[in-house]
């Protein structure tokens, strides 16, 4: 089986900084593309940031230019940096990750738990 786990989550004032942490582990064969998406309570979840293998990114409008996605394939761990955040970036943040695993013939969508991101105002 293929296990995400997600850590760095936390409060946070509005403006400050967090870093999230995703580590994929199990039965992997190769990783395609990560992401990170996020849910309000009482809202539908939401993508936040997606990065394929090559590091080829995108973003949600509302976190352009605040937020940096990245990756370390040797460590099956994707990261998202969160600067200048606000009140309205509370949310559970779910890691997610396009695992090819050994012995099987496709990609398939794994998540993680998740990690909650309080902005205080």
């Known amino acids: 089986q293929v296990q995400l786990v997600e850590s760095g989550g936390g409060l946070v004032q509005a403006g400050g900084s967090l870093r999230l942490s995703c580590a994929a582990s199990?039965?992997?064969?190769?990783?395609?593309?990560m992401g990170w998406y996020r849910q309000a309570p009482g809202k539908q979840r939401e993508l936040v940031a997606t990065?394929?293998?090559?590091?080829?990114?995108n973003y949600a409008d509302s976190v352009k230019g605040r937020f940096t996605i990245s990756r370390d394939n040797a460590k099956n761990t994707v990261y998202l940096q969160m600067n200048s955040l606000k009140a309205e970036d509370t949310a559970v943040y779910y890691c997610?990750?396009?695992?090819?695993?050994?012995?099987?013939?496709?990609?398939?969508?794994?998540w993680g738990q998740g990690t909650q991101v309080i902005v205080s105002s």
């Open positions: 990065i394929t293998r090559p590091g080829s990114t």
């Open positions: 199990g039965s992997i064969f190769s990783i395609n593309a």
């Open positions: 997610n990750a396009e695992v090819l695993r050994v012995g099987v013939t496709r990609y398939v969508d794994f």
